[in-house]
């Protein structure tokens, strides 16, 4: 059993920041895979960060050099930094962690606009 719980979404400008957090909890020790995937309406659900239990990162192109993603150390919880958002940043996030099996969180909104 797998929990994860996110937050931080909310509405902002162009240009502005939001960072979204994603705890994990329940039967799992050590560091796993965790990430960030989105899906806009009439998109198809894509990567936004990956972190792997060693720290390696991968970004979605269309995020690369605007949003960072962390992991507080020796913990299952990551950071994403999201700065320089455009409107088209706007979606349902979503965070994941792969053990045998994937885990997803419920989803945070994320609303860019003016």
């Known amino acids: 059993q797998v929990q994860l719980v996110e937050s931080g979404g909310g509405w902002v400008q162009p240009g502005g920041s939001l960072r979204l957090s994603c705890a994990a909890s329940?039967?799992?020790?050590?560091?796993?895979?965790m990430a960030w995937y989105r899906q806009a309406p009439g998109k198809q659900r894509e990567l936004v960060a990956r972190?792997?239990?060693?720290?390696?990162?991968n970004y979605g192109d269309s995020v690369m050099g605007r949003f960072t993603l962390s992991r507080d150390n020796g913990k299952n919880i990551v950071n994403l930094q999201m700065n320089s958002l455009k409107p088209e940043d706007t979606a349902v996030y979503y965070c994941?962690?792969?053990?045998?099996?994937?885990?997803w969180g419920q989803g945070t909104h994320v609303t860019v606009s003016l």
């Open positions: 994941n962690l792969r053990n045998s099996q994937d885990y």
């Open positions: 972190i792997t239990g060693s720290g390696s990162l």
């Open positions: 329940g039967r799992i020790f050590g560091l796993y895979p």
